[in-house]
């Protein structure tokens, strides 16, 4: 299997990985746990993680380069592996990285359903091809107000569907994440509906930026990021990145969404970044990027308005919010 193959790799990580994703990577792996969490971030994550124990990095992957990663610097491995939301292993943002530790996702099969003429069961290294994958480095911005800088590493989801050929009806794709209270312990609360599930619309999972992520800084995704495989939508808000995918679906209606279901009025089933529609609770005009002290603001779209924005034309973005 494909996982064996990683494993086995023998090429060295700086030959493969690009220069500041290697070195931000360095960075944590050279660094004591007590000093991790004050030289990785500050303020909202601050403190936190000079408790956790370091950590052996995953297993190396070899993704082809893109040209239209943002330059800005990087989010430190450590933060983005430390500070996580993954709700079915709790709801602080250390115990994904705590609780999931021991989480299996090898073997892993991804049920495609639906609407479309090739549906069955894959295994997630079949349907995610080694010699395609490629490295992109996304802007990340969390609905609560936070952000990061993200190398991730996958497959644009376009050619996921291509493959999967939609019947002319389907108009949108729902995601599942595993269901599984004994793997999952978070799912023994009844803090979200389970399974956590996800949708978008056809047009939106086709866009070029849409990307099933396998891995972040070079190497497969640790469990706390959504191993083995997850969504990563950039536009939008961090919880339409649905992690640990089983299932993802053709449909013709749209599909129901685990925080819509859980707060209707806060949460919509589009939430595109948008400084200029607050949630209910806070305003989203500005984020505190996980690293920097002073608040930045909010970009409509998240920064990518030239290639989203035209999908959204003639829609009024506070009501489908
Ligand atoms: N997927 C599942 N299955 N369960 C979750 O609780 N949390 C979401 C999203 N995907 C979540 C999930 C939220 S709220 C965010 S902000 C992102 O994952 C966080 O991704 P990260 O931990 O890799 O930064």
């Known amino acids: 299997m494909l996982i064996k193959n990683l494993a086995t790799s023998h090429v060295g990580e700086n030959e493969v990985t690009p220069e500041r994703v290697f070195k931000a990577r360095r960075r944590f792996l050279n660094m004591g746990a007590a000093t991790i969490g004050g ?71 991804v049920e495609i359903a ?4 090739n549906t069955g069961v894959f295994d997630v290294w079949d349907l995610i091809k080694k010699d395609q994958l490629q490295e992109r480095i996304y802007r990340h911005r969390c609905v609560e107000g936070w952000s990061m800088v993200i190398p991730w590493v996958g497959v644009p989801l376009v050619e996921i569907i291509k493959r999967m050929e939609p019947a002319s009806n389907a108009k949108y794709v729902a995601f599942q ?20 599930v ?22 497969e ?8 495989m997850r969504l990563v939508v950039p536009w939008k808000y961090g919880f339409k990145g649905i992690k640990s995918i089983v299932k993802i679906e053709f449909t013709e209606k749209q599909p129901p969404t685990s925080w819509n279901i859980s707060a209707p009025t806060e949460y919509g089933f589009y939430s595109n970044v948008n400084p200029n529609v607050s949630h209910p609770r806070w305003s989203q005009a500005k984020e505190r990027r996980i690293g920097e002290f002073l608040r930045r603001k909010t970009l409509m779209f998240n920064g990518y308005a030239d290639e989203v924005a035209s999908m959204y034309s003639g829609m009024d973005l506070e009501k489908f919010f």
Do not use: C
């Open 39 to 109: 030289a990785a971030i500050s303020g909202i994550a601050g403190g936190l993680l000079g408790a956790l124990p370091a950590r052996a990095a995953g297993a190396s992957l070899n993704p082809g380069k893109w040209s239209g990663s943002t330059d800005e610097p990087l989010t430190e491995f450590e933060a983005a592996t430390s500070y996580n939301n993954f709700y079915e292993f709790g709801t602080s943002k250390e115990g994904p990285r705590l609780n999931a530790e021991n989480f299996v996702t090898s073997p892993w099969t």
């Open 198 to 219: 996800e949708g978008l619309r056809l047009d939106e999972a086709m866009n070029s930026l849409t990307m099933l992520a396998v891995g972040i800084y070079g190497q």
């Open 177 to 196: 994440t595993l269901h599984d209270p004994e793997r999952m312990p978070g799912q023994q609360r009844s803090v979200l509906q389970w399974p956590y």
């Open 114 to 117: 639906g609407l479309a003429k």
């Open 221 to 228: 995704l640790p469990p706390q990021n959504g191993a083995p």
